[in-house]
């Protein structure tokens, strides 16, 4: 599986972005998606997680209640979409795959190269 993010950029602390997730390959439907960031100078953390069909999710507490984890497996991405950004959230957005959901972090083992987000305040 290859991954692609994009959608990244620079927006005020209060707006909103979208992130996408484009995968290539046939078994996209068959993994688990996660959402991690890695902010300047920190350890990489998860964002959150999406199941294979799509119906169970879950978040770190960080951006829960404020960022939503969907997938279209007819289009083969993943979408993280992004309200309320604070200017703690500025970092570089990855996407994952992994075989099962809830899997820990380095059981994800297909990643995409990063999309940049900043949050000005």
């Known amino acids: 599986v290859q991954l692609v993010e994009s959608g990244g950029g620079l927006v005020q602390a209060g707006g909103s972005l979208r992130l996408s997730c484009a995968a290539s390959g046939r078994t996209f439907s068959s993994y688990a998606m996660g959402w991690f960031r890695q902010a300047p100078g920190k350890e990489r953390e998860f964002v959150g997680g999406i199941s294979w069909s799509g119906v169970s999710t879950y978040y770190a507490d960080s951006v829960k209640g404020r960022f939503t984890i969907s997938r279209d497996n007819a289009k083969n991405t993943v979408y993280l979409q992004m309200n309320s950004l604070k200017p703690d959230d500025t970092a570089v957005y990855y996407c994952?795959?992994?075989?099962?959901?809830?899997?820990?972090?380095?059981?994800?083992?297909?990643w995409g190269q990063g999309t940049v987000v900043t949050v000005s305040s």
């Open positions: 994952a795959a992994a075989p099962l959901y809830g899997a820990a972090n380095h059981e994800y083992n297909y």
